[in-house]
């Protein structure tokens, strides 16, 4: 499991970094699948995810992705096949459920 920040520019969405992770997942594996499962919730937020089931390399993901106003948080877990990913989605849950944004503000002072 793993942690991915990235800028979200001015037109960007969750929806449509969803739209390209999918699609670029296609351009590297044609066998790939992907389908939304259930949100996760924090608070009384419902965070959205998608699962991969990845055909050429017989692996399967899921990436919760979770929107803040300048960034946008992307929790993967990755397992190599579907027996493990069973067994690690709940930890996977538990993980996202742990997640707490700080701030968008961040201010560097130097000495």
Not at 6 to 26: I, W
Request: no cysteine; proline share 3%; net charge negative.
């Amino acid at each position: 499991m793993y942690f991915n920040v990235v800028d979200m520019a001015a037109k960007d969405t969750v929806e449509s970094r969803m739209d390209a992770d999918v699609k670029e997942e296609l351009a590297h594996d044609s066998e790939a699948k992907a389908k939304p499962k259930t949100g996760i919730q924090i608070g009384n937020r419902s965070i959205p995810v998608l699962e991969f089931l990845l055909g050429g390399k017989s692996g399967h993901e899921a990436v919760a992705y979770i929107g803040e106003s300048r960034v946008l948080v992307m929790v993967v877990v990755s397992s190599a096949n579907d027996e493990l990913f069973k067994q690690d989605y709940p930890s996977f849950v538990k993980l996202v459920q742990s997640y707490h944004f700080l701030t968008s503000d961040v201010n560097i002072e130097h000495k």
